[in-house]
Every structure is written in C-alpha cells, then in structure tokens.
C-alpha cells in the first residue's frame, strides 16, 4: 500500500530529479523520490545499529558468551 504526499524541493534538486529521469534511471519523480527515501532510512538504520554496536563491552559480552558454558559442554554428546 502505498500514501500520496506532497513535498516541496529546491528548484536544483527538481532539475537533477528531472535528469536522472531523462537518462531513464527512474520511470518518474515519485519512483526516484521513493528510492533515496528507502535508502537513506536503510543508512540511518544501520548508522544507529553501529552506534549501538559500539557501546557493547568486549570482554563482558565475551564472558557473558561464554557464561555456563563449561558446565554444558560437559554434557554435550561425542562426535
């Protein structure tokens, strides 16, 4: 499903929008609106993920890996 909304660009991106649909990369300004959208939301995504990423401790998540898993593996069967 999809919602109709209005926006308003600066005359310069209009006429880049304009060219890359001359040179046929996007059937229309709304498909070409739509993609950098979807893209830059797919790059803040991954950008706050990094930062969550960064603020694990390596060690504590290593022991915290690791918790139990001495007593475990004992019962583990042979391969």
Same mark, same amino acid.
Request: charged letters at 40%.
């Given at each position: 499903? &999809?919602? &109709?909304?209005?926006?308003?660009? #600066?005359?310069?991106?209009?006429?880049?929008?304009?060219?890359?649909?001359?040179?046929?990369? $996007?059937?229309?300004?709304?498909?070409?609106?739509?993609?950098?959208?979807?893209? &830059?939301? #797919?790059?803040? &995504?991954?950008?706050?993920?990094?930062?969550?990423?960064?603020?694990?401790?390596?060690?504590?998540?290593?022991?915290?890996?690791?918790?139990?898993?001495?007593?475990?593996?004992?019962?583990?069967?042979? $391969?």
């Amino acid at each position: 499903m &999809k919602s &109709k909304i209005a926006i308003t660009l #600066d005359e310069k991106i209009v006429k880049q929008l304009d060219w890359l649909i001359m040179q046929q990369s $996007y059937k229309n300004r709304s498909q070409a609106i739509e993609e950098a959208v979807s893209e &830059k939301l #797919d790059r803040l &995504k991954r950008g706050r993920l990094a930062r969550e990423c960064a603020k694990l401790e390596p060690v504590e998540e290593q022991e915290l890996a690791e918790e139990g898993f001495e007593e475990d593996s004992a019962n583990w069967p042979e $391969y």
